[in-house]
């Protein structure tokens, strides 16, 4: 991986701007870029191409490979933070979600668990359909 730091002039306004890399202006091959620094360190200038750039690139770069967040820890979390009984009440009263069909309490929950993991959590008072 090429280390050494590039010159990097970045021009902007409401309507347009210019982006240059060691004095020469890459606008025309860039749709977009994102620039994030963090204190103590050089910037991280990450540039995406405009899909009217043919595929071929000659020149320098600091090529970064991302590695895709495990979900396991998120979705851990997020499950544990369930109220099982709050769950079980709230999939019996959704009856749009049983079609009575085998295994469709379970169905339901984890329809249910999809919908509120996607933000359509709504807090509402479920009739007690299970006694407690």
Same mark, same amino acid.
């Given at each position: 991986?090429?280390?050494?730091?590039?010159?990097?002039?970045?021009?902007?306004?409401?309507?347009?701007?210019?982006?240059?890399?060691?004095?020469?202006?890459?606008?025309?091959?860039?749709?977009?870029?994102?620039?994030?620094?963090?204190?103590?360190?050089?910037?991280?200038?990450?540039?995406?191409?405009?899909?009217?750039?043919?595929?071929?690139?000659?020149?320098?770069?600091?090529?970064?490979?991302?590695?895709?967040?495990?979900?396991?820890?998120? &979705?851990?979390?997020? *499950?544990?933070?369930?109220?099982?009984? $709050? %769950?079980? =009440?709230?999939? @019996? &009263?959704?009856?749009? *979600?049983?079609?009575?069909?085998?295994? $469709? %309490?379970? =169905?339901?929950? @984890?329809?249910?668990?999809?919908?509120?993991?996607?933000?359509?959590?709504?807090?509402?008072?479920?009739?007690?359909?299970?006694?407690?």
């Amino acid at each position: 991986m090429d280390d050494q730091l590039r010159q990097v002039r970045i021009t902007a306004d409401q309507a347009t701007g210019t982006v240059a890399l060691d004095g020469r202006d890459i606008s025309s091959h860039v749709s977009g870029y994102s620039l994030r620094q963090n204190a103590s360190q050089p910037a991280e200038l990450v540039l995406f191409l405009s899909p009217m750039t043919k595929d071929d690139f000659e020149g320098l770069a600091h090529v970064i490979v991302g590695v895709p967040p495990d979900p396991g820890p998120a &979705a851990a979390a997020f *499950l544990s933070a369930i109220d099982a009984g $709050e %769950l079980e =009440r709230h999939a @019996l &009263a959704r009856h749009d *979600l049983m079609d009575g069909g085998p295994n $469709e %309490l379970t =169905r339901a929950m @984890l329809r249910l668990l999809s919908e509120w993991a996607l933000g359509g959590w709504q807090p509402q008072e479920v009739a007690d359909a299970v006694p407690q």
